[in-house]
């Protein structure tokens, strides 16, 4: 990916963009809790609502009657085939996608009804970590980092700058490579490197869109492994779109599967297992 495209990704996760809602009731399902003591929801508040939401592309129907409910501290896992439009619903919560219908709120706050300074403040809680980290192949780490801290909260103190560098390229395993290039990295540090720059300006709200594609399986275990650190130390909620059925036992308080453009069946990850819905098998025939 070209710098200027880069930028433009960076650009739209902190700028933009509304949803219309439409009428309509949806029966809300009861969270599950994730299967380890340590991975549980901080309190029952709600800061991700989502009812009836649809978006198509030209003729196609990519999100066709979305329902979602996200409760604070809690990390939902969103499985599909290929194609499916698993990214389409995050990207329209950070507005780089306009729904054509529905009622998205974020903290209470109905997007559409968000003007251009408040959707900025919004999008200040929220960190979007893309598929290859986009992060600036002119600048080192350290400067990758210092730029949403600069830019983004205006921070002017150099010694509070130094502080938080440090202190996030630690929580990711980067302390030596502060001044290396991302063309010096590996994808495995790449990607810690992305949710170092993401995680930095301590959102409220983490979305993962495929967050170990590419990655070999030893460093896809590291990389959900870390976002399940990273989410216990920074208190973070996390929307996480991935195939890695590994990431998802690993990541997931609960699990949501999509087809043909709905949410279709929900629960943990041991519970979906036990499904006696064909696709939701399908998806953990190789789990043992």
Do not use: W
Request: aromatic letters at 4%.
């Amino acid at each position: 990916m070209e710098e200027k495209d880069q930028k433009q990704q960076t650009k739209n996760s902190t700028t933009t963009s509304a949803v219309k809602p439409d009428k309509g009731h949806h029966p809300e399902k009861p969270s599950a809790n994730r299967q380890s003591s340590e991975k549980s929801s901080d309190t029952n508040e709600v800061v991700i609502e989502i009812k009836h939401l649809k978006k198509s592309f030209g003729s196609k129907d990519v999100l066709k009657d979305i329902n979602l409910t996200v409760r604070r501290g809690e990390n939902v896992v969103v499985l599909g085939k290929s194609g499916q439009g698993k990214s389409v619903t995050i990207q329209c919560i950070v507005g780089m996608l306009m729904p054509d219908g529905g009622t998205l709120k974020v903290f209470g706050e109905e997007v559409c009804d968000l003007n251009e300074k408040e959707l900025k403040e919004l999008r200040i809680k929220i960190g979007f970590l893309f598929q290859s980290g986009a992060l600036y192949d002119s600048m080192t780490v350290r400067e990758n980092l210092e730029f949403p801290l600069t830019r983004v909260l205006k921070l002017k103190d150099q010694a509070e700058i130094d502080k938080r560098v440090k202190e996030v390229l630690e929580g990711v395993g980067l302390a030596d490579a502060a001044d290396k290039m991302p063309s010096d990295l590996s994808g495995g540090m790449r990607k810690r490197a992305g949710l170092a720059r993401t995680l930095i300006v301590h959102p409220e709200i983490m979305l993962y869109d495929e967050p170990t594609t590419g990655l070999d399986p030893i460093t896809s275990r590291e990389i959900s492994e870390l976002i399940l650190s990273m989410q216990k130390k920074y208190k973070t909620t996390s929307i996480i779109i991935t195939h890695d059925m590994e990431c998802a036992r690993i990541t997931s308080d609960r699990v949501v599967i999509m087809n043909d453009g709905e949410y279709i069946e929900e629960g943990t990850f041991d519970g979906l297992q036990k499904s006696k819905n064909e696709l939701v098998k399908s998806f953990f025939k190789d789990i043992s």
